[in-house]
């Protein structure tokens, strides 16, 4: 190939090179602002979780299933006389394990008897009724009650009120920031939620204390519920005008 057509190619090449956008050279990033929110709900619980359990001990294990199975067919008469739906209660899982003791001269452990426990849950929709439902069911032979979990049947409306409001609020932070920017709040770009919900334990009043050892009833009516607190907190970026 002639040399003089050798440079003009380079020439060419090298003036369209040039004549191109610079490498280095990069879209302007749109202008954005990133805010965050908070909403809370608040409301009055109407339903409990209740957690009890019957367990017994006895070296024949006969003896200590039909204890247990004894005190459940009470408990579940409490339930009926309460007016409690039994849809609203189960009794869970049945455990029975042999149990052990070690003898130290022996070198070596004992069978001793056996242990058998039944599970309890009740979904209490009647909150009127809380303080009798734990103060009858010891009467009944429950040995083991969890403190009641407190909470909501319109916790999902709840959850999404407060939702609303993290979002309302995470949107009039972002318009007091473009305001003071002197620029104007555009489309959102990224949104991001996290909900907290606090539930509160049934308060037992110590003027109960005094009721119930006078043998009065109306110890059963002595928890006070608190309130159920529903937090969410928004995280928003939002495009800049």
Known sequence: MNKSVVLG???????ACGSGPSADAQEPQP???????????????????????????????SAAQDEVDGKVKS???LVDDLDI????????????RPEYEWDDKARKRHHIGYYVDRQLQVDLRDLDKLGAL???AVESGVNQVSPPQLRSTQEREL???????????????????????DAKLGEVRQISAQNE???????????????????????????????IRFTTNVSATFDLK
């Open 9 to 15: 190619l380079a020439a060419v090449f090298l003036v």
């Open 31 to 61: 202008r954005s602002v990133s805010v965050s929110g908070v909403g809370e709900v608040e409301a009055t619980p109407d339903a409990a979780y209740i957690s009890m359990a019957i367990e017994a001990r006895h070296k024949n294990l």
């Open 75 to 77: 408990f579940l008469k």
């Open 85 to 96: 739906d039994r849809k609203f209660v189960k009794t869970v899982g049945k455990n029975v």
């Open 134 to 136: 734990l103060h009858r």
């Open 159 to 181: 959850r999404r009120q407060a939702l609303a409001r993290a979002a309302e609020d995470a949107q009039a932070n972002a318009e007091v920031l473009a305001k003071a920017l």
């Open 197 to 227: 919900v606090y539930h509160p334990q049934p308060v037992y009043r110590m003027a109960a204390m005094k009721m119930e050892a006078a043998g009065d009833m109306a110890a059963e009516q002595t928890y006070e519920s608190g309130q």
